[in-house]
């Protein structure tokens, strides 16, 4: 079946530093992704919509600026969080759209620490 | 608004045993829905999807969900629990046609199993 890849599964960074995670479809082309911000013993909270070509669709709440994201091909998405912050740890995870017949495939998270 | 109740945030049960997970959700029309499985630390696995046709839906590893439009509720099932089911459960309902993608989760409930 379809992959989608994660990377990386797991960072430490400090404060202030910039992070960036990597969604790869693998053996499809995906013309729009999701990134998904999970808090521990949470549910997982939709942040953006990635379109390949175009600006990414944000959902209410979600400070564009401190989450760039960047769909330049159409089997990557990257989700950069800038200057990073404790409260930015979180689990992010991507997935991916694959169009006719429609199925939705997901990465397996990034664990972020920020110090 | 669209919502995802999963009313039960812990289940134990004993191997061997039947399992019923909680769903209920608030759509405005009739959505796609999902169960997704999460392991610890992992991304997610899809478990089963409605998207129309038979209201049973038969998933993966023994597992079936019932979508009862009359209760907004899509509920899962299996049988015989065995020990590696034990795990997050997450419920998921999401649009129909181009926005396919955009999911809004439950907040999951966590499986115990008993040997």
């Known amino acids: 079946g379809a992959v989608v890849s994660q990377h990386p599964s797991r960072v430490i960074c400090k404060s202030g530093t910039s992070v960036k995670i990597e969604c790869r479809s693998l053996?499809?082309?995906?013309?729009?992704m999701f990134w998904y911000r999970q808090f521990p013993k949470q549910s997982l909270m939709l942040m953006a919509t990635?379109?390949?070509?175009?600006?990414?669709?944000?959902e209410q709440g979600v400070e564009k600026d401190k989450f760039l994201i960047n769909h330049a091909s159409l089997t990557l998405s990257t989700l950069t969080v800038t200057s990073a912050h404790p409260e930015d740890s979180s689990f992010y995870i991507c997935?991916?759209?694959?169009?006719?017949?429609?199925?939705?495939?997901f990465g397996s998270g990034t664990q972020l620490s920020v110090l | 608004a669209q919502s995802v109740t999963q009313p039960d945030i812990h289940i134990t049960v004993s191997e061997g045993a039947s399992l019923e997970l909680r769903c209920n959700y608030s759509?405005?029309?009739?959505?796609?829905l999902f169960w997704y499985v999460q392991s610890p630390g992992q991304g997610l696995q899809l478990l089963l999807k409605?998207?129309?046709?038979?209201?049973l839906v038969q998933g993966i590893k023994g597992f079936e969900a019932e979508f009862k439009r009359s209760q907004s509720s899509f509920n899962l099932r299996k049988p015989s629990v065995h020990w590696s089911d034990a795990a997050e459960y997450f419920c998921?309902?999401?649009?129909?046609?181009?926005?396919?993608?955009?999911?809004?989760f439950g907040r999951g409930t966590q499986l115990t199993v008993w040997p």
């Open positions: 997935s991916a759209r694959q169009d006719g017949p429609e199925k939705l495939f």
């Open positions: 053996d499809f082309q995906a013309t729009t």
């Open positions: 990635s379109n390949e070509g175009s600006k990414a669709t944000y």
């Open positions: 759509y405005g029309a009739t959505p796609y």
């Open positions: 409605y998207f129309s046709g038979d209201t």
């Open positions: 998921a309902v999401g649009a129909r046609g181009s926005t396919l993608g955009r999911l809004y």
